[in-house]
């Protein structure tokens, strides 16, 4: 049991006592779960913790002795880590020569990755204690006990949920520097109403939302200061719409000064995850008024599968979903990025294509296609004996094969869910994406069939899946159109041509050099093909980041 706190003695010295850590996969995500902690140290550990409390993040390329020899030399009493599927490998690295060089120095562990099947890892029989599920209140309680002295204390620890209003909001953690370079991760709720089996949010008993007029004054505190792109990170954006409604119409009523010059770039962008099968007309009616670049929708289909869906406890009505997103397209000017599950129990090669063709059909922006993990403590485990899933036992514990899915056709997908990246997602072949996809008039194909067997292809002739040159891949675009999909070089050459150089690149493919020669220095700027690019896809972000962001969104994707 921990006792109440009394304020921590003065130090003499400016180090911290107590550092929080992370490993970020990029240097532009900023880590919402330690900010929460470290605004919440003084509220739920004591007077003066915050003030001895220091963060610290990482990304997991650096080398874990130079990140060792970053925290070591910072002196602290405690250290609390972040795991998370994208970091448990690197963090596990560190912490092994933490305990090596230091083992004095206690070690807290939290996170989703930690939260379950605590006994089977590693990295928590080498840390001294794990906090499982919210660190809110927990993380400052335990650190107060360890500053204070010896005392038992157990080391699982259940993580205690305390009423949202009891925590503090974690946004004036965010320093100016992360307001400038890096993006920026808000939550109006936490929490989630559905059980998708494939998911960690499935295990929460419903969503919990922040008091509003509170959150939006949170909202408006860090828009003063200079931040122009917010991520929320619900899992449900638009489960109430009153919330809604509201959150959108603050950032309608920030873009409208900017709207005023047509040829202005919006100033602004938000990035939501919404339930796809519910868009009441409120919202519509909104979400219009947005223009390009400033809004994007994050829709997770997963899959078309009314038997797939139903066995994994996913809700979804197919019908109004299509609709929904046939909506975004065609009269909105929202980034629409829909995100779909190779790998569920029972899918079929043949009705997960079905499902990839009726999705692109609806025409998103981009289609996120992901692969089945079996993420820690996810109910999708109660299928794998039936349905003989074999999963990855290394992160991120990416499905092998099942009873409906064989290995090689799962090594087949994990390439195309590659190249699709590269090629369709890209925003750099809109119109070669088309030939390929499409096919020529009078002679419809399937989209997945038509990817599939150019994945297949692309394999064969190169053998590689990363590293491909721009021009590389024009050049092997070109051979396989006018190849195996017999189409004529004219036509192709000129709409490779038109790609390439909307992409702003100035380098020659072998199959453009004459027509580039003969086009002379007329490449666009790469800077205004960027802004071509954005167009495209209905534009991310006005300053750049579109490429940063649509990244970080594939890896939460993946991740989760």
């Not at 003063?224 to 603050?250: C, M, P, W, Y």
């Not at 996809?437 to 994945?455: I, K, N, Q």
Request: hydrophobic share 45%; glycine share 6%.
């Amino acid at each position: 049991m921990i006792r109440s706190a009394a304020p921590l003695p003065a130090t003499s010295t400016t180090l911290p006592r107590v550092v929080l850590a992370t490993l970020n996969a990029k240097y532009i995500h900023a880590s919402l779960g330690l900010r929460c902690l470290l605004a919440n140290m003084d509220r739920h550990g004591g007077e003066g913790l915050r003030a001895v409390t220091q963060l610290r993040e990482f990304v997991i390329q650096q080398r874990p002795t130079q990140i060792v020899e970053e925290l070591l030399a910072l002196n602290p009493q405690v250290i609390g880590l972040g795991i998370y599927i994208w970091n448990v490998v690197e963090t596990t690295q560190v912490l092994r020569l933490l305990k090596a060089l230091r083992p004095d120095i206690k070690v807290v562990l939290g996170g989703p990755e930690v939260s379950h099947e605590v006994e089977a890892q590693e990295i928590c029989r080498l840390a001294d204690h794990v906090i499982t599920g919210w660190g809110d209140v927990s993380f400052p309680k335990i650190c107060r006990a360890l500053l204070e002295g010896p005392q038992p204390l157990m080391k699982v620890i259940a993580g205690e949920q305390p009423p949202l209003d009891d925590l503090a909001f974690p946004y004036d953690e965010y320093t100016d520097a992360d307001i400038a370079k890096r993006l920026l991760y808000v939550e109006a709720s936490r929490g989630c109403p559905f059980k998708c089996e494939f998911c960690l949010s499935a295990l929460d008993k419903t969503a919990w939302a922040f008091e509003l007029d509170a959150f939006m004054a949170e909202m408006d505190a860090l828009y003063q200061r200079g931040a122009r792109n917010f991520k929320f990170v619900d899992r449900t954006f638009n489960l109430k719409v009153e919330h809604s409604v509201r959150i959108l119409q603050f950032f309608l009523d920030r873009l409208q000064p900017a709207m005023e010059d047509a040829s202005a770039a919006p100033n602004l962008f938000v990035h939501f995850e919404v339930v796809p099968d519910s868009l009441p007309d409120r919202l519509k009616k909104l979400i219009v008024q947005f223009p390009a670049g400033s809004l994007q929708f994050e829709v997770g289909i997963q899959s078309f599968n009314p038997e797939v869906q139903q066995r994994i406890s996913r809700k979804q009505d197919n019908l109004k979903t299509a609709d929904n997103l046939r909506w975004l397209v065609s009269q909105s000017q929202a980034h629409v990025h829909a995100d779909l599950i190779f790998g569920l129990p029972g899918e079929t090669l043949e009705s997960f294509a079905a499902g990839f063709d009726r999705l692109y059909a609806l025409a998103p922006h981009e289609i996120q296609f992901g692969i089945l993990k079996r993420l820690r403590g996810t109910p999708i485990a109660r299928h794998t004996q039936d349905f003989a899933m074999v999963y990855d036992p290394q992160t991120p514990y990416t499905i092998l094969q099942n009873s409906t899915i064989d290995f090689a056709t799962l090594q087949r997908i994990q390439r195309f869910a590659r190249y699709w990246d590269m090629i369709a997602n890209s925003g750099r072949f809109l119109r070669a994406r088309s030939l390929l996809l499409d096919g020529v008039e009078g002679s419809p194909v399937s989209a997945f069939s038509a990817f599939l067997s150019f994945s297949d292809w692309l394999w064969q002739r190169t053998g590689k899946t990363h590293e491909f040159a721009l021009e590389k891949l024009v050049d092997l675009l070109f051979e396989h159109l006018t190849g195996p999909r017999a189409m004529a070089e004219v036509p192709v050459r000129q709409t490779l041509l038109a790609d390439y150089q909307a992409s702003g690149a100035r380098a020659k493919p072998k199959c453009l050099a004459e027509l580039l020669q003969a086009a002379g220095p007329t490449l666009t700027p790469a800077g205004q093909a960027r802004a071509q690019r954005q167009s495209r896809h209905v534009s991310q972000h006005v300053a750049g980041q579109a490429d940063l962001l649509r990244t970080e969104i594939q890896q939460a994707a993946a991740a989760a």
